[in-house]
């Protein structure tokens, strides 16, 4: 099972993703091209953090796991990180992206920031947070407890505006911070 979270600018541009896996690795940080930052172990540990380059010519640190995970050749299909895992990432992002028109909508509909549920897909449902400067929080989940999630999303939120408080952060721009993804990661895993 995985968990994707994404956070939405002005004009549809991705600021942040994170996708969590039920085994409690985690992938996400800048959403932009160039860079994603691979946390293994559970959310919030101090385990092996790298940069992996988009391009593959960057130099990175990786452990051996992770350069064999960034091959291009196919993995036995016995190796539950093959690409069940890589189609369930594929189709998580799908679904959420898909959702962006019906968050649009339902922002018109209600005048509450957490509009719960959105989409459905399945046992996997879209819930959305939209701030008052449009900035749209969605969550791709199959928790069954609105409590948590909203809360989560008000927790985030809060993580997000101390973001754009830092001087450095420029505002609708990717957000690259890995103390942001550290704490949105241990978030996740304490809410959801």
Known sequence: MVLVFIIVGKNDRPLYELEMYSDGRTVG???????????????GSSSSTSTLM?????????????????????????????????EDSHLSHFII???????????????????????????????????????????LHNNKNEESIRLFFVEAHELYLKMQLNA?????SPITSKAFHERISALAGKRL
């Open 29 to 43: 940080g800048a959403s932009s091209s160039s860079a994603s930052t691979v946390t293994s172990g559970p959310a």
């Open 54 to 86: 988009a391009s593959g010519m960057g130099q990175s640190t990786s452990s051996l796991p992770e350069l064999l995970s960034m091959t291009p050749f196919p993995r036995p299909a016995s190796d539950p990180s093959s690409s069940s895992r890589k």
């Open 168 to 172: 450095f952060y420029e505002i609708n």
């Open 97 to 139: 992206h898909s959702s962006l028109d019906i968050v649009d909508e339902a922002v018109w509909r209600n005048k509450d920031v957490y509009l719960k549920t959105v989409e459905r897909y399945g046992t996997m449902a879209v819930s959305a947070y939209v701030t008052p400067g449009h900035i749209r929080f969605m969550l």
